[in-house]
């Protein structure tokens, strides 16, 4: 995460707007101390959670990944370009057993935020996130399962799914093997 330098931009937006971490927690729905760890780089929020406070800020979520104010019509992002975000970690401070990359970082003012999801591990944790916007899942290894609402789906190698954000969801891994998925995510 600090490759990007998440936590310091949220700062940088909560003091430009003269907020203290208990009123960005108390509009967030967040706890100060967990808005206190994600500004420090601690912590590696998820995507819903980086989603939430994009909109509370009304920035679009990747200006937390972006490297540079220029803006570009296109762009290139080579493999080896590519940085994980690690320890995703939940508000109650427990691994999510994935981590994710942003594929897209220089381009501003997407209206899609593109994501490869890695999920390494079968976590005994299933709570969902909800954000605003829709998502599109497409599965390039492994078999996983979906938590959507308070329906259950596999969603084995080549299978795809889209759907609307607000609906609780999350991601696991269904055997505990490690699963690769491309994400698409729009505010």
């Not at 995507?47 to 803006?71: Q, Y």
């Not at 370009?81 to 690690?86: S, Y």
């Not at 490869?116 to 005994?124: F, I, R």
Request: glycine share 4%; proline share 3%; charged share 30%.
């Amino acid at each position: 995460m600090s490759d990007y330098n998440i936590g310091a931009k949220i700062k940088k937006l909560r003091l430009s707007k003269k907020l203290t971490l208990q009123a960005v927690a108390r509009e967030t729905g967040f706890s100060p101390a967990l808005i206190s760890q994600i500004e420090n780089n601690n912590v590696s929020p998820p995507i819903a959670t980086l989603s939430k406070i994009a909109k509370f800020f009304d920035v679009k979520i990747g200006l937390f990944f972006a490297e540079d104010e220029e803006e570009c019509r296109f762009e290139i992002v080579r493999a080896h370009e590519r940085k994980a975000i690690p320890r995703v970690i939940s508000r109650a401070g427990t691994s999510q057993g994935y981590s994710y990359e942003s594929l897209s970082f220089h381009k501003q003012n997407k209206k899609m935020e593109p994501f490869l999801l890695t999920v390494t591990e079968k976590v005994s944790e299933e709570n969902t996130y909800s954000h605003d916007g829709e998502e599109f899942l497409f599965v390039m290894k492994g078999t996983a399962e979906l938590l959507l609402d308070d329906k259950r789906v596999v969603l084995y190698e080549g299978d795809c799914v889209y759907f609307d954000s607000t609906l609780r969801h999350r991601l696991l891994s269904k055997e505990g093997d490690e699963v690769k998925v491309l994400a698409v995510v729009t505010r």
